[in-house]
């Protein structure tokens, strides 16, 4: 069988572990049959954590490699040297990236037009800066057949033994996934792991109506009910509550009482029934459909996932 060649691209302040992940899993099994060779513009390349590492090899390593591998780096808004975009632009192979490494893809033109992704937190800045590309916050990662890309740091272990699963078969990914000590396929996407603090609306004239709110979300909370509150109108109601929040009454609730249980399931061992009551959202298949729809991961899933030990 021929060897698949993957240059993995390391980028000034590269973050190790992205760099670590398509090593590890491409380069360090007989049985697959790739061949790793980490190159750079440099000679040796800072990383994230204060060290550096040593090239293989140069930028010419990208025109000749079946995959080019860009890991994430920072500043994530820096762009790439014209030397390194000119070799990117160039590399006939498929194209993937790690987390911020998409910035340098797009920087490239090599997202254009396509459907990616990387770290939630950075998704807003690539979506604004190159308006060209689909931009997806909320998966793992996307495979567009010759360009891919993933979420954010350990979301590369994700398209990493998807594209092993893609090129040699799920047995040999589950095999190598089993070393590694992962799960082969990870339920949901990185929406589950984007940081929810309740959110906070200074000044807004309804913010008391919405605190009150947060206390009783296991109560039937309508339109009617909170304008009660607030000793106003429904419609004035709706109005401010959509000019203050940026969001309508009925979205706002769901999301509250998706983060209630968000933490239920973190911190208690509750019944999906009890939470789902406890929560407002009366029944487990209302309470799985709206956890779904929002996180892209089941209750007991995402429970398995975060359950405080």
């Known amino acids: 069988m021929a060897v698949h060649e993957i240059a993995v691209l390391a980028l000034d302040a590269v973050v190790p572990l992205d760099l670590a992940i398509p ?3 491409f ?4 049985e697959a049959p790739y061949r790793v060779t980490v190159c750079a513009a440099t000679p040796s390349v800072a990383t994230t954590a204060g060290f ?3 090239a293989q090899a140069g930028l010419e390593a990208l025109a000749t490699a079946d995959t080019v591998i860009v890991p994430g780096f920072t500043p994530h808004l820096r762009v790439p040297d014209d030397d390194v975009l000119e070799a990117l632009r160039g590399a006939p192979g498929r194209m993937v990236s790690i987390c911020t490494g998409a910035f340098a893809l797009a920087a490239a033109g090599r997202l254009d ?5 990387t770290h939630w937190r950075d998704a807003a800045d690539l979506a604004a800066r190159f308006p060209r590309v689909a931009v997806e916050p909320d998966v793992l990662y996307i495979d567009n057949g010759d360009v891919l890309t993933s979420a954010g740091v350990a979301s590369g272990l994700d398209l990493c033994l998807h594209i092993l699963r893609q090129d040699h078969g799920a047995a040999l990914a589950a095999s190598i996934a089993r070393r590694i000590v ?4 990870r339920e949901g996407g990185q929406a589950q792991y984007v940081e929810q603090p309740l959110p906070k609306y200074p000044g807004g004239s309804l913010a008391p109506t919405r605190a009150w709110a947060l206390e009783r979300l296991h109560e039937p909370l309508t339109v009617r009910v909170l304008a009660h509150h607030a000793h106003v109108s429904e419609r004035t109601f709706a109005r401010r509550f959509q000019a203050e929040t940026g969001t309508s009454v009925l979205s706002w609730l769901l999301a509250r009482r998706v983060d209630a249980a968000r933490g239920a399931l973190e911190t208690t061992s509750a019944a999906i029934d009890d939470i789902a009551s406890e929560c407002g959202f009366g029944t487990a298949a209302n309470l799985r459909k709206h956890f779904h729809r929002q996180l892209s991961v089941t209750p007991t899933a995402y429970r398995r996932a975060f359950r405080s030990q």
Not at 27 to 30: F, L, S, T
Not at 182 to 185: E, G, S, T
């Open 23 to 25: 090593a590890q899993i």
């Open 27 to 30: 380069g360090n099994y007989e």
């Open 52 to 54: 550096t590492i040593g």
């Open 113 to 117: 037009g396509r459907r990616a992704t």
């Open 182 to 185: 992962v799960p082969p396929h």
